[in-house]
């Protein structure tokens, strides 16, 4: 019997502490849609500073946030995006581009590392002379860091470099900075250079800083104008807001600095992971707090029966792909749970290799 569960799906699944509890039940409100919470206006104008930009809108979700930002910076339909082939808005936001905003989507194949090869962006940019049977390409998007290549970071180098690119065309520049915060810690570099070259920025509140909800887009003071809009548009307008904000600025403020801390616990669980046979982590990969494993023929079993198998010995994984599941580091783990974990998982693994070997699969 389990008496004990560890959750690494997601840094989604935090729970808000008492500190954010508290701020959440004594938070001065007053309604959002007509423009005066005032802990939301709290909220927005700091996310705003960190980010260096001139404004900021609180969102609900990570999702809205992309949605709105390229909405806002492709309001004909039949404009096209530039973006990764394995990008946050490309596989897991419903095609929400397309369906709701008519953007139509280019992409381009995101390397290991999560950037996506210059040449190619550029490549892919349309020759506006045949905009006759060319969607006009509007926006860039990148995402940093990088989930779906493991929470790897990009270069404020690299971005400029996108940034130059885009300036050079009439193109936009939208960062998908879910997880920026983490960016910055790993590289050691303030999110404000990381993001200097971007029109727009959607930072998640819900995953390293483990607010609740929401997240905040920030970008110039008209393109925010504009996003406020579209918010409304698309039913995502708030009442009392500052119940959510007063959250994130307690994540703010007691969470960012403790992802460092985070990503060396993904290290340490990245190691723990490589010691067990049948499983693989490629150590380069680990740059923040997500941890990819493979799983290797030995192991004899498959994504889903591996993540069946790892709850019912406490531990809550998410498949991440053929033979590949997904750990995720957040404040809510400690280095205790990391090494509970790991040791969990050791049992659950040679379990089912020992099944294996026992009715004869385990050389398949
Ligand atoms: N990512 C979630 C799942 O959807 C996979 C997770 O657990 O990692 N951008 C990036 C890079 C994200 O990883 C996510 C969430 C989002 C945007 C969307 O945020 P929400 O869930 O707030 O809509």
């Excluded at 019997?1 to 007053?30: C, F, G, I, Q, W």
């Excluded at 990008?87 to 995101?110: A, C, D, M």
């Excluded at 506006?128 to 390409?137: D, G, H, L, S």
């Excluded at 198998?309 to 749970?337: C, M, N, W, Y």
Aim: aromatic share 4%.
């Amino acid at each position: 019997m389990v008496t004990r569960t560890v959750d690494l799906r997601s840094d989604t699944v935090t729970k808000p502490t008492e500190a954010m509890r508290a701020a959440m039940a004594s938070a001065e409100v007053d309604d959002d849609v007509l423009g005066y919470d005032p802990t939301a206006q709290r909220l927005e104008a700091e996310i705003a500073k960190i980010m260096g930009k001139e404004a900021g809108l609180f969102v609900p979700s990570g999702t809205m946030g992309n949605l709105i930002s390229v909405l806002t910076h492709c309001p004909i339909r039949g404009s096209e995006i530039i973006l990764g082939d394995y990008s946050h808005i490309h596989i897991y936001e419903n095609g929400g581009i397309s369906t709701i905003g008519g953007v139509h989507p280019r992409t381009i194949k995101n390397n290991d590392d999560g950037t996506m090869d210059l040449d190619q962006i550029e490549a892919a940019i349309r020759d506006p002379r045949f905009e006759i049977c060319f969607p006009t390409t509007r926006l860039i998007c990148l995402e940093n860091s990088h989930a779906h290549s493991g929470g790897r970071c990009l270069s404020a180098e690299y971005t400029d470099k996108v940034g130059e690119l885009a300036k050079k065309h009439g193109l936009k520049l939208h960062i998908d900075g879910a997880r920026i915060f983490n960016a910055s810690a790993a590289l050691g570099v303030p999110p404000s250079r990381l993001v200097q070259a971007a029109d727009s920025v959607s930072v998640c509140l819900s995953k390293g800083l483990g607010a609740p909800v929401g997240s905040v887009i920030v970008g110039s003071k008209t393109f925010i104008d504009r996003a406020r809009i579209m918010r409304k548009t698309l039913g995502g307008g708030m009442r009392q807001l500052g119940v959510l904000c007063a959250a994130a600025l307690v994540g703010l403020q007691e969470h960012v600095g403790k992802l460092e801390g985070d990503h060396k616990k993904a290290k340490t669980l990245a190691e723990g992971l490589n010691k067990i046979s049948g499983l693989e982590v490629d150590m380069a990969t680990v740059e923040t707090n997500i941890v990819f494993c493979d799983i290797l023929k030995e192991a004899n079993t498959t994504e889903m029966e591996l993540c069946k198998r790892l709850a019912e010995h406490g531990v809550l994984v998410l498949p991440e792909g053929p033979k590949r599941i997904r750990f995720v580091i957040h404040h809510q783990i400690s280095d205790t749970d990391v090494q509970y974990a790991l040791s969990r998982v050791q049992h659950a693994v040679a379990g089912v290799c020992v099944a294996g070997v026992a009715n004869g699969s385990g050389d398949h």
